[in-house]
């Protein structure tokens, strides 16, 4: 089993719509989340973090985070062309102590 | 630019041949990651450091690889006598860890290595 397991995609989203990218992770203490955008060729670049249980939202962007069910989703409301890349769920903390975990990623088109 | 720097953005080298690459972290973080990406996966942990000391390697990582954080600012990493199985993109992370401090990392553009 992976520790952070993502669906690879693509994800297909018509523009203006909700896309909805999910993530599990397998060490129950982990403590912070991240969710990561990745350009085709760029490096990844810092979207969302949350840390307690509930929701975050900032902007279009919703993270959820379900620590019983071991669970982290992002919600991207009113879907943009500019919003197609893959996003990376990480894990931080637990027995991972500092080092990030990464998921492979999910690849989110939006298709006009 | 007050963000993560690395140099050079990109290395074509042979196979056998050493190549060091360099990362300038976020002036005031105390931490610096290196991470390897490949096509269709994520970044991957290599290693990281506090300050000057590098408190974790991944077991991946290895004596072909080293790095080095000596004033505790820019850290290189070096792969000694390159294989193909090195192509990759090299990423760097800094971020500002301490008491009541949630880490967050942030990111450099990243050295594409590609090895011939």
């Known amino acids: 089993q992976k520790e952070v397991e993502q669906n690879s995609g693509p994800l297909s989203v018509p523009e203006g719509a909700i896309a909805s990218l999910n993530c599990t992770y397998s060490?129950?203490?982990?403590?912070?989340f991240f969710w990561y955008r990745q350009y085709s060729g760029k490096s990844p670049e810092l979207i969302m973090s949350?840390?307690?249980?509930g929701d975050k939202e900032d902007g279009r962007f919703t993270a959820q985070l379900n620590k019983a069910s071991q669970y982290v989703s992002l919600l991207i409301r009113d879907s943009q062309p500019s919003d197609s890349a893959t996003y990376l769920c990480a894990v931080k903390g637990g027995s991972s102590a500092s080092k990030i975990i990464f998921g492979s990623g999910t690849r989110l088109s939006i298709r006009p | 630019d007050t963000g993560v720097s690395q140099d050079p953005r990109h290395k074509i080298t042979k196979r056998g041949q050493n190549v060091t690459f360099r990362c300038d972290p976020i002036s005031e973080h105390n931490r610096l990651y290196w991470y390897r990406q490949t096509l269709g996966q994520g970044p991957e942990f290599l290693t990281y450091?506090?300050?000057?000391?590098?408190?974790?390697k991944s077991r991946l990582l290895s004596d072909r690889f080293s790095a080095e954080r000596p004033k505790g600012s820019f850290s290189t990493l070096e792969i000694q006598r390159t294989e193909q199985g090195d192509s990759a993109m090299y990423l760097c992370?800094?971020?500002?860890?301490?008491?009541?401090?949630?880490?967050?990392?942030?990111f450099g553009p990243g050295t594409r290595l590609l090895v011939l």
């Open positions: 992370a800094s971020s500002l860890a301490g008491a009541g401090v949630q880490e967050t990392q942030y």
């Open positions: 450091f506090q300050n000057e000391a590098q408190l974790e």
């Open positions: 949350i840390y307690s249980n």
């Open positions: 060490d129950r203490v982990s403590q912070s």
